[in-house]
T-cell receptor, first 111, second 108 residues
Framework: DVKVTQSSRYLVKRTGEKVFLECVQD?????MFWYRQDPGLGLRLIYF???????EKGDIPEGYSVSREKKERFSLILESASTNQTSMYLC??????????FGSGTRLTVV | GENVEQHPSTLSVQEGDSAVIKCTYS??????FPWYKQELGKRPQLIID?????GEKKDQRIAVTLNKTAKHFSLHITETQPEDSAVYFC???????FGRGTSLIVHP
C-alpha cells in the first residue's frame, strides 16, 4: 500500500508566520500534489510537481510556494500566513495506475 | 483548463435505494475519470475510475458510466447502505480537477 504521510494533523499558527507543511510518500512516485479543501468548494489544486526540483502552479497558487528537493518529499510553504489560509490541506501522490493516494490531511488554523 | 461540475451537492436516500451522482466536464481531451469517497474526518479514497476508451465499469454495488460525446459521467450506487454515507468527489483528467462534492446520506 502506498503511504502518504503528512507531518502534522493539526496546526495553529499566527498571522504573518512562515508555515511549512511536509508530505512524504514511500512508493517512489514522481508526481506529488498539494490541495486545499474547504466546505462547498471541494478540492482545489495549489501546486504540483512532476519531479525533483520541478513545480507547476495549480489553480490557486497565490500566497503559497513549494519545495521538492527529494523525490519522496514535497513541502508546501505559506510565506506569510493569513487567516484566509485557514483550511484543510491534503497532499497526494500518483502512480502509474493514475489513481491518487491522499495523505490524512493537515488542518491549519491561522489566528 | 478543465472545469468539472457535480450534482447534486447533497443526496438523501433510504437504505436499499439507488443513488446517482452526475458530473460534467469541459475538456474533450480528458481521458481519465476517477471517483473518490471521503468519510467524515478521513482522507479521500479512490473507489472506482474509468478511462475514455470504456463506456461503463462496475465493481460490486458501484458503477460508473461515461458519455464522451456529451462530456458527462455518473456514479451509480445500488442497494445503498448506511456505511455508504460520505462525500463523493468526481474528477476529470490525469491531473484531476475535482467537482465540489456530493454529500450522500443513507437513512437506515
Amino acid at each position: 500500500d502506498v503511504k502518504v504521510t503528512q507531518s502534522s494533523r493539526y496546526l495553529v499558527k499566527r498571522t504573518g508566520e512562515k508555515v511549512f507543511l511536509e508530505c512524504v510518500q514511500d512508493m517512489d512516485h514522481e508526481n506529488m500534489f498539494w490541495y486545499r479543501q474547504d466546505p462547498g468548494l471541494g478540492l482545489r489544486l495549489i501546486y504540483f510537481s512532476y519531479d525533483v526540483k520541478m513545480k507547476e502552479k495549480g489553480d490557486i497558487p497565490e500566497g503559497y510556494s513549494v519545495s521538492r528537493e527529494k523525490k519522496e518529499r514535497f513541502s508546501l510553504i505559506l510565506e506569510s500566513a493569513s487567516t484566509n489560509q485557514t483550511s484543510m490541506y491534503l497532499c497526494a501522490s500518483i502512480g502509474l495506475n493514475y489513481g491518487y493516494t491522499f495523505g490524512s490531511g493537515t488542518r491549519l488554523t491561522v489566528v | 483548463g478543465e472545469n468539472v461540475e457535480q450534482h447534486p451537492s447533497t443526496l438523501s436516500v433510504q437504505e436499499g435505494d439507488s443513488a446517482v451522482i452526475k458530473c460534467t466536464y469541459s475538456d474533450s481531451a480528458s481521458n481519465y475519470f476517477p471517483w473518490y469517497k471521503q468519510e467524515l474526518g478521513k482522507r479521500p479514497q479512490l473507489i472506482i475510475d474509468i478511462r475514455s476508451n470504456v463506456g461503463e465499469k462496475k465493481d460490486q454495488r458501484i458503477a460508473v458510466t461515461l458519455n464522451k460525446t456529451a462530456k458527462h459521467f455518473s456514479l451509480h450506487i445500488t442497494e445503498t447502505q448506511p456505511e455508504d454515507s460520505a462525500v463523493y468527489f468526481c474528477a476529470a483528467s490525469r491531473i484531476p480537477t475535482f467537482g465540489r462534492g456530493t454529500s450522500l446520506i443513507v437513512h437506515p
